[in-house]
């Protein structure tokens, strides 16, 4: 795998974890400031901010990426600064016609969704989802030339005053009301965006090398690549954003209250997605790094990608499994912890969603590795028709299980699985590239998850700590037993790479010469 690859990925999950961490720790005191009803209404309002944001500006930052690195590799850096300008104008204009749109029916989307209080909430997206075009456009460029500084530091930049001004704003407005509570988080969230835009322009600014002024690009070329990505990729939010819509009727239907339907779309999309999503920092960091240097590769016609795929592959089975495993291990006390006003029932279900959660977890973090295989061979039309499918799969899943009692809240967990495993295995009858992976990388990773799993129940099953240090324990003990059993997997790893550089400063030192 090239050094930039890993290097970028290094860098991103590094970013990854800290606005993870700083997105988890928002959501603690906000939820203390708003209520679990209004933790409720904020993940609503974010379900269909997402599915606009992604819809309208989803696909900027693959497409410059893939198109950048091409044009690095063919030389051609007269269509770099034109490609820059119509993504740009592209975003603004979309994103523009899209706030708008949520800004005219803020109302019946509040009344179809069943809650009022988001009206305001709605409104600021007509700032909010082109500041967030802007931001995909500018860390699309730099991720081109496989520069993924910029983009961690955006993302920490951004998440960190997130967090402080929604946290703030959040905290004044809710002693007016719970409406003007929500509203003051989105406003924070707005004023991260900006604040992102402002870092981001300075430095491409200084950087002003990064983007050369020469001929024109094709805008027709840019927009048939962009639409049918970000529609593709617009699927995923768009079905959490119809989650929000109909997941608390059907819920009714299944014979559970209003009040308590609505904290139950809480700790499912709010409490249990949010620690969920730490394992996909892995997987979204990896697709983002490799997708500019395969496209460079490709364009080169060098052999040298498809060992670049296979070595990202079986670096991401290695550690996306103690992750997922581990976080499913470690729930129960971290939830107890993190979330103390939560009721035993409300824990208890907080935890099974996480268990069901994980399975979900795995297979998305796979669909987005081979997605990006497709991304590289410019296969748009076909990754928008595979999530278009997942869609309905997850669609129907929810609609049909939310309503059954025996399933309700856990059919959006079910339907998250059946739409990642269907982009999933459409994406890998698509990909034509030879992935070469032993079976024993792959099967050794799953033992040695399924060993500290057991390690780690009967670890809590004999000792009876504290919340904090059952989980501190837990982390060690679970990642003491991982490495251990992977041994064999990791000494190939870092033989090979050491190996790599040898040889790299080997050929270094005869140029020298």
């Not at 970013?15 to 700083?22: E, I, N, P």
Request: hydrophobic residues 55%; aromatic residues 10%.
């Amino acid at each position: 795998m090239k050094k930039s690859v890993a290097k970028g990925s290094l860098v991103l999950i590094v970013s990854g974890l800290v606005c993870k961490l700083l997105g988890a720790f928002f959501r603690l005191p906000l939820t203390n400031i708003l209520g679990i009803e209004g933790i409720g209404i904020f993940q609503m309002v974010m379900a269909v901010y997402s599915f606009a944001l992604v819809l309208t500006s989803g696909g900027i930052s693959s497409v410059l990426s893939k198109n950048v690195s091409q044009s690095r590799a063919r030389s051609d850096y007269a269509k770099i600064n034109s490609l820059f300008k119509t993504a740009l104008l592209y975003a603004i204009i979309l994103g523009a016609i899209a706030g708008g749109i949520l800004f005219v029916l803020a109302i019946p989307i509040s009344k179809a969704q069943g809650v009022l209080q988001a009206v305001d909430s709605y409104r600021i997206m007509l700032l909010l989802i082109p500041f967030g075009g802007i931001v995909a456009t500018m860390r699309g460029i730099f991720q081109g030339y496989e520069n993924m500084t910029p983009t961690a530091v955006s993302q920490i930049i951004e998440q960190s005053f997130k967090f402080a001004l929604g946290l703030f704003f959040a905290q004044m407005l809710s002693s007016v009301s719970l409406k003007s509570g929500v509203f003051g988080a989105f406003l924070g969230v707005c004023s991260g965006e900006v604040i992102a835009i402002g870092f981001l322009a300075i430095y491409m600014k200084i950087k002003s090398n990064c983007v050369e002024k020469k001929e024109k690009f094709s805008s027709i070329s840019f927009v048939k690549a962009v639409v049918p990505l970000s529609i593709g990729a617009s699927v995923l939010p768009l079905s959490t954003a119809v989650d929000s819509f109909v997941v608390v009727s059907r819920l009714k239907i299944a014979g559970i209250e209003q009040a308590v339907a609505t904290s139950l779309f809480g700790i499912q999309a709010g409490v249990v997605g949010a620690i969920l999503n730490f394992p996909l920092i892995l997987s979204t960091s990896l697709s983002t790094a490799i997708l500019p240097s395969i496209a460079y590769l490709d364009a080169k016609l060098s052999q040298d990608s498809e060992k670049s795929i296979s070595q990202a592959l079986k670096i991401l089975w290695l550690v996306l499994l103690p992750l997922s495993v581990g976080i499913a291990c470690v729930c129960r006390p971290l939830y107890a912890l993190v979330y103390p006003s939560l009721d035993p029932h409300m824990l208890s279900v907080a935890v099974n969603l996480t268990y069901l959660g994980v399975v979900s977890t795995i297979i998305t973090a796979l669909t987005q590795f081979f997605v990006t295989l497709l991304q590289a061979k410019a296969e748009w039309n076909y990754i928008m028709l595979s999530y278009f499918l997942g869609g309905i799969a997850k669609v129907v899943c929810v609609i049909v299980l939310c309503a059954l009692p025996t399933v309700n809240i856990f059919g959006v967990t079910l339907g998250n699985i059946a739409l990642s495993s269907v982009v999933c295995i459409l994406a890998l009858l698509k990909n034509k590239r030879k992935i070469s992976v032993h079976v024993f990388d792959l099967s050794l990773p799953l033992l040695s998850s399924f060993a500290m799993a057991l390690a780690l129940n009967l670890f809590n099953m004999h000792f009876d700590l504290s919340l904090l240090l059952q989980i501190v324990f837990s982390v060690l003990l679970g990642g003491l037993v991982y490495l251990f059993f992977t041994l064999p997997i990791l000494a190939g790893i870092f033989k090979e790479f050491f190996a790599k550089k040898i040889e790299g400063g080997k050929n270094e030192q005869n140029s020298i010469n």
